[in-house]
């Protein structure tokens, strides 16, 4: 069994026979997937390829970069927030969109998702890029106890902050690879490689963020990149953590395991872990 943290099938939908070979991968390896949505959309079609696959995870979000479409339609979602089994991926974004005057569409969307996992113990996967001391406040404010920060690239300072209030890092996309290390900076590679270093044990979840990453070498016809991607993450975390990938994944599947191992909503993929 192996767990990706992060991750959107649906876009598997935009190519052909892509989805038919991811699911058979899943199965055949054993990988369950925390799917995340970006709209009611792409929540839509990640419901209906969970029913395919008991490794799928659904998670209901509305990604922060379109927060601002959402605002007056919140009253018409409540459906769907009430019949999510976890949230994800919601959250807040300074970093990609620059445009300052969408961020207070971002808080006050975020407040909702957040009321609505306290009052509900539902599952939260966060994306913070840019704001994570803000992300930090919000769940520290909330008391959310189920948290996956996805994706983190904020100080080593604020991610110890977030540890302390209980949070879990899935880390991997292809910010971490060699192979791209050429596309970011200096500095960014080497914080990188600390966040990676720094996470305790007992919080670290893999993810690949697919198949939205690109793989070095991606499938030929294919997406960017298919399920086993995650092998790679593996590798690469474990080696930068000098522990053996056996060593991680099997740290990783009992963090997941312990994440949700109250959580009314995930038995059935609580079970799966063993
Ligand atoms: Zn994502």
Known sequence: MYI???????????????LVQALAILNE???????????PDSYQQTLEIAVK?????PCFGIHPQVAHEYLDKLDALNDLFDQAIA???IGLDHYYLKDESQYPAQYTLLEHFFSKARDQ???????????EEQGYEMIKKFSLTKVI??????????????????C?????????????????????WILFQSIIKEIPSNRLLVETDGPCRMEPTPPEGAPRSMPSYIFEMITKIASVREISSEQLQESTNNNFKQLIQN????????????
């Open 4 to 18: 990706d943290a992060h991750f959107h099938t649906n876009v598997y939908n935009r190519y052909e026979n892509a």
């Open 29 to 39: 390896l054993k990988i369950l997937i925390v799917s995340s949505s970006t709209d």
């Open 53 to 57: 696959s008991k490794y799928v995870l």
């Open 87 to 89: 949230f994800g991926e």
């Open 121 to 131: 113990d539902k599952l939260v996967v966060l994306h913070l890029d840019g704001a």
């Open 149 to 166: 920060v996805h994706g983190y690239k904020g100080s080593l300072e604020t991610m110890r902050k977030l540890l302390g209030i209980g």
């Open 168 to 188: 879990y890092f899935s880390v991997g996309g292809n910010m971490i690879l060699d192979a791209f290390k050429q596309e970011m900076t200096e500095d960014d």
């Open 263 to 274: 959580d009314e909503f995930l038995k059935s993929y609580s079970s799966l872990i063993v």
